[in-house]
């Protein structure tokens, strides 16, 4: 369970900002990083047995009928991954905290870093892929706040919406890849798939799996032609862009395919996409890096390319193009995030990242020079830094590979142009900063920061030189077991700085020259792309959304004009079809059960709901009437369900449709007393033989399935609710038990709907009618004695009763949804007995905290059967003797079902409480200046002013 310590420690750090910015950021910094530290020092504890080739694993059973179980494992490569997202994001929160301002939300902005560093770490640590894929999406979303952190800027908002469209399109079709690799492979398990390559490859589908999955890396890690969302996202603070866009976000798509390298890869097609996609970007993206004038939009391009390389690597995918891919992973993130953090002390002590308001900074910042200075010549690949080891590496895979068959010869020499690139950018970024001299003055008089500021990208800048020159005692001991992790099996390998004068040397010497030279000559570039029209990639992504949006809109208006009669048809229509063709496939449309016996009281149930149901409809205009009417047809389906031996489904109905009217009621009151006819005579002759259509398909296909035998699953349930809920009432064992995940869904959508009204009708004030439709003025007495006097006692009762049906419900009819409205029905009685102000003055607390603390139980029930070992939701029962009671059955199901029933009263008594308060005698006016005349109210001037009662109100 050790294990487990290490994402739960990062997700818990989430709460930690929120807790302590109040207490000011030295503290807040402090506490936030407190969780992470720890969870790194307990990564790092795992290394002995990683070394000895053990994989320390745990899994709790989540939903193991779906092969969903919360699964963490820590192998090479997630120790690895793991160390770059923990110990560069403590790095980040150090810098970040001098690089806001102070007037910045800083706990926020924590908070946000801190859940994008937890779901890093739950992507690289899962061993289930449907789990990778949860984090992989909380990534998304976290990341779309920190790129949107300063949402006061367009540039920052719309780069935000479009790395979350891009990747969040890309996270889709990820998780269809991994349904059907789940499907081919019979398991989630991350573990059983690696071990299913054969399988995996010999499958038909194999190549729409590739094709999805490389979607979602591509789509994360910004590969041609899903790269450009990835510049744009520069809008983002630079602490954002150190962190995600060079040590760990970017990286979760290489990740994954580094991670999935053993059962997708060994194909042609494998070798041929991933390869050809990664040489394109890197080359791609290298150019635009040179051509760019802004520092982070040059590291952003940079970053594109690198990942390119990367990718082309693991394309490759001999064991020294792994093991070379790995080792760029450690290099790049060293580097890159160093770079970042210059560029950002640059910007803040300057206050610009513009190339051509830039330069002679070396004597002003020298430090910050030198510190970028090793950074780039590591990003260059020059010979002693750690970039340099991993370039030559590259160069040697591309030599030796036939990843593109006869083609394969062009990965070399565009291997060696996307160095020379390379270098070229590297040396203008660090000549035209520091040395050059500026076109422009900048805004800032630049000076050093502060010296803890620049400490992290010294320290990067300090791992860039101590890898370069001991390459075996510093990387060897990280690389060995990651790269053992993707090949599935241990790989023996040197790293040294001196490899004798050899092909890749000379291919590194040519990169180096063409790049120098490349910088030299890069007036006559400038010159050059000047005669080409510049494009903004992020107008072109807004134009596109925004063109999809319009034809959608189109589309849409063409089946739905506004007219709710022609949306109805198309719909009652388009069921009436499928209803049609389901019956021609029946030869005989009674079954072979034949017919139940009718008697008196169902031939009289059936002909009441057919005459209210009718009648509902017929006197629609009528609203009270028609609503009596519904209510009868409610009350004989309870009794519909009492007949046919359905007692929990009647006292649900039954206690919903009380709910039901009271809120149509309230609703209903306030909408237009009289409204004009909508339909024409034939169009209601149209919508009646429509209706009738339907209605008659519908009972045909009900009438055909109940005169058959069908194989059901409520023999399961039957049998089982006593021996594996512990209790007799298979209904509510169903839903606290056995589908207790639907449950706390629905409970869930049920909390967050009464949320969403509440604040709907925050502070909204409608005018209430002071007449009936005829013209009668209400009475005035609005809580009448009668009705105030029966709800006193009716209230304890209600609850008493609501009590006794939530205890009962495990072995007899009830429950906590049913006790729940029970109970919010008698709150609302007095609500409308007494009224709002007199009942709130009386029960002064607010509904909000009930239904989310209904929610926190249900869930925290859930929890606790981990702590035992258990599923998610396994409920567990037992007898025990209580002294002065007697034997008794206690299920942990109860306190699940406790949460239903606060869920229910919070959530009911949100929408229907709240509903009550809207009204007010205000009626706007033209002029609401007009004096009132004393002992007048404001509607009695109202009434006054309009003397047809009869006019349609406008609310």
Partial sequence: MTLLWIPMLTLLGVLVPALTAQRGRPICTLATAALPTLALILTLAQFPAIADGEYPRVALEWMPQLGLDLAFRLDGLSLLFNILILGIGLLILLYAHYYLDKSESHGRFYAYLILFMASMVGIVMADNLLVLWIFWEMTSLSSFLLIGFWSH????????????????????????????????????????????????????????????????????????????WLPHAMAAPTPVSAYLHSATMVKAGIFLMARLHPALAGSELWSALVAVIGITTMVYAAWFALVESDLKGILAFSTVSHLGLITVLLGIGSPMAVLAALFHILNHATFKAALFMCSGIIDHEAGTRDLSRLGKLAKAMPITCLVMSVAGAAMAGFPLFNGFLSKEMFFESTLHTQALGGLSLMLPVLATIGGALSVGYSVRLVHAVFFAEPRHAPPKHPHEPPRLMRAPAELLAALCVAIGLFPALIATWLLAPAVEAVLQAPLEFHLAIWHGFNLPLAMSGAAAAAGITAYVLHRYIRRFIRDFPSRNANLIFEGAVQYISDKAEVITEFFDNGSLQRFMALLIGTALLMGAIGLFQVETLTGPKGNQPLDGVLILGAMLLIFTGIGTAVTHRQRLLSLIMLSVVGLIVSLTFARFSAPDLALTQLSVEVVTMILLMLALFFLPQKTPRESSPSRSLRDVIMCSGLGVVIAALNYAVLTRDTNTISSFFLENSVPGGGGHNAVNVILVDFRGFDTLGEITVLAIAGLAILKLLNRLRLFMPHSDSEGRIWCPDRYPMILTTVSQPVLPLALLVSVFIFLRGHNLPGGGFIAGLITAVGLILIYMARGVDWTQQRLAFPFQPIAILGVGIATLTGFGSWLFGYPFLTSSYDHFHIPLIGDLELATALLFDLGVYLAVVGATLMILANLGKVTTSHRPSKDDSTPIPSGLHRTDISDTANPNPDAKETV
């Avoid at 492979?185 to 573990?191: A, L, R």
Wanted: net charge neutral; hydrophobic share 55%.
């Fill in 153 to 228: 800027r367009s540039e920052a908002r719309k780069g935000a919406r479009m790395a979350m469209t891009v990747t969040g399109a890309g996270g889709l079709a990820l998780l269809a890849g991994f349904l059907l690799l789940g499907d081919i492979v019979g398991s989630f398990d991350m573990q059983t798939v690696l071990d299913s390559a054969d399988i995996i490859l010999a499958d038909p589908r194999y190549p729409l799996v590739l094709v999805l999955v490389l979607l979602g890396a591509f789509t994360k890690s910004a590969q041609f032609p899903f790269h450009f």
